[in-house]
């Protein structure tokens, strides 16, 4: 399980390190019609390297504050590839 803060409109998308306990993500694209929870997936199953279907949002639809399943892969790798310890 991940926990993601999400902020949408961001000048990039990129990984900006935690916030309130959190990993927090910036998405260029705006919270309209699911559009952002789909960039989430995009831009974390190409960082991790894995499938879009392997990574699974669990929690937060409507929300900044989201939690998704990743599956297929360890948490170390997936520290490793996120660049957080």
Not at 9 to 28: F, M, Q, S, V, Y
Not at 37 to 46: E, P, Q, R, Y
Not at 53 to 65: F, H, I, M, P, Y
Request: hydrophobic share 40%; proline share 4%; glycine share 8%.
């Amino acid at each position: 399980m991940l926990s993601l803060y999400v902020q949408p409109r961001a000048g990039k998308n990129e990984l900006a390190g935690i916030h309130d306990g959190a990993l927090k993500l910036r998405l260029t694209t705006p919270p309209v019609d699911g559009r952002a929870n789909k960039a989430v997936i995009a831009f974390l199953s190409k960082k991790l390297k894995i499938s879009k279907s392997s990574v699974t949002l669990r929690a937060g639809l409507k929300s900044r504050r989201k939690q998704l399943w990743i599956s297929g892969i360890d948490e170390n790798t997936i520290r490793r590839r996120l660049g957080i310890s």
